[in-house]
Every structure is written in structure tokens, then in C-alpha cells.
């Protein structure tokens, strides 16, 4: 079945620092690739997504990259502060069996921001 | 508009005791989603329906039951609840147009003893 792996599961930087988040997917047909932030007991929220037919999206300090003949996706923070600190998730659209309306998420990343 | 809400917040059940987790929606969202969260596994799908009306099993129906009632109302029913099923369960919901966000309600953290 489809499947998203997500590396690390837990990353620590300094603050100012930039985070990398990095995901793999396995069905070449998604689409669509969204990021998720989870704050402590809180629920998620989409933060950025991308479609296949771009390779970089921008927003302020976020940024994600597509490379779709390597099947990857990444996650760029830079400048981080101290509210970055949270799990982020990334997710692709699934397409197998004809069921176009799923989102197949990564297992996540703890993000610490060191002040 | 209040987006997703989901009743209760907070539940502890006995291994074997039934319950229904609530969700409603005020968006006018099509398609909707239950999943559940353990530490280090992500968000697994367990359930989701497309349109009022039809439901369609996920990465992880077993031992739980949806009925999607209306446009608004999607729940998620426990017939025999089992410790294995203790986590964190969150209701989305997505609407029909260019974007494929999905829109989470605030959780219900259930334990099973």
C-alpha cells in the first residue's frame, strides 16, 4: 500500500539556526503534499503544501521542495525561534484502489528550539 | 464558525464497554475523516466518507464502526473497546474546491483499562 517515511523523528537546533525535515512517498501518481504543525496537546495544522506541478513554494520563513522523479519532499525552516518548537507532520495524497481523497501522513518530527 | 468540533474531550472506558466519539462540522465540507494518534506512529486512518452517505474503511477499521448521519455529523463507535484502542482520536474534515487542506477538530483522548 502507500506509504510516507519521515526522517528524522527528532531534530534539535540552536535558535537562528534552519531545520530540515525530510519525506519519501511511495506512489508515484500523489499529487499533493501537504505539512502539518502540532503544538503540545494541541491539533494539527496545515502550515504549507505543494503540488506536483511545482518543484519550491515559499511563505515567509517556510519553504518545501518537490523532487517527484526521486519521490521526495522537504520541509525548510529558517531563522527558527522557539515557537517553531513542535511535531510537524508531511502527508501525500493517495491514489491507489480509486480513492483519491486520502492523505497518507509520516510518522512526524519533534522539533526543539534551543533559545 | 466554529470549524470542527468533537465531543467528548476526554474519556476512560473499561476494556469491553462501547462508545461513540462525535464530530460536526459547520464548513459545509463534503468529505470527512476519522484518524487516531499513538506516539511515533503518525496519523493512521481508520475511517472516512467521501460524501454524506457512503463510508469507506481506512488503514485501520478494525474493532470500530462510522455512520456518517449528515452533511455535518460523522461518528466514530467503539462496540467492544479494547486497551489496544487507547490513543488520541482526531475527526477532519476537507471541502470540495482547488485545495485539499484538510481541517482537524481539537481531539479526543480516550483510554482503555
Known amino acids: 500500500g502507500e506509504n510516507v517515511e519521515q526522517h528524522p523523528s527528532t531534530l534539535s537546533v540552536q535558535e537562528g539556526d534552519s531545520a530540515v525535515i525530510k519525506c519519501t512517498y511511495s506512489?508515484?501518481?500523489?499529487?499533493?503534499f501537504p505539512w502539518y504543525k502540532q503544538e503540545l496537546g494541541k491539533r494539527p495544522q496545515l502550515i504549507i503544501d505543494i503540488r506536483s506541478n511545482v518543484g519550491e513554494k515559499k511563505d515567509q520563513r517556510i519553504a518545501v521542495t518537490l523532487n517527484k522523479t526521486a519521490k521526495h519532499f522537504s520541509l525548510h525552516i529558517t531563522e527558527t525561534q522557539p515557537e517553531d518548537s513542535a511535531v510537524y507532520f508531511c502527508a501525500a495524497r493517495a491514489f491507489s484502489g480509486g480513492a483519491t481523497n486520502k492523505l497518507i501522513f509520516g510518522t512526524g518530527t519533534l522539533l526543539a528550539v534551543q533559545p | 464558525n466554529a470549524g470542527v468540533t468533537q465531543t467528548p474531550k476526554f474519556q476512560v472506558l473499561k476494556t469491553g464497554q462501547s462508545m461513540t466519539l462525535q464530530c460536526a462540522q459547520d464548513?459545509?465540507?463534503?468529505?470527512m475523516y476519522w484518524y487516531r494518534q499513538d506516539p511515533g506512529m503518525g496519523l493512521r486512518l481508520i475511517y472516512y466518507?467521501?460524501?454524506?452517505?457512503?463510508?469507506d474503511k481506512g488503514e485501520v477499521p478494525n474493532g470500530y464502526n462510522v455512520s456518517r448521519l449528515n452533511k455535518r455529523e460523522f461518528s466514530l463507535r467503539l462496540e467492544s473497546a479494547a486497551p489496544s484502542q487507547t490513543s488520541v482520536y482526531f475527526c477532519a474534515s476537507r471541502g470540495e474546491t482547488v485545495t485539499y487542506e484538510q481541517y482537524f477538530g481539537p481531539g479526543t483522548r480516550l483510554t482503555v483499562t
Open positions: 506512489d508515484s501518481a500523489s499529487n499533493y
Open positions: 466518507s467521501a460524501s454524506e452517505g457512503t463510508t
Open positions: 464548513m459545509n465540507h463534503n468529505s
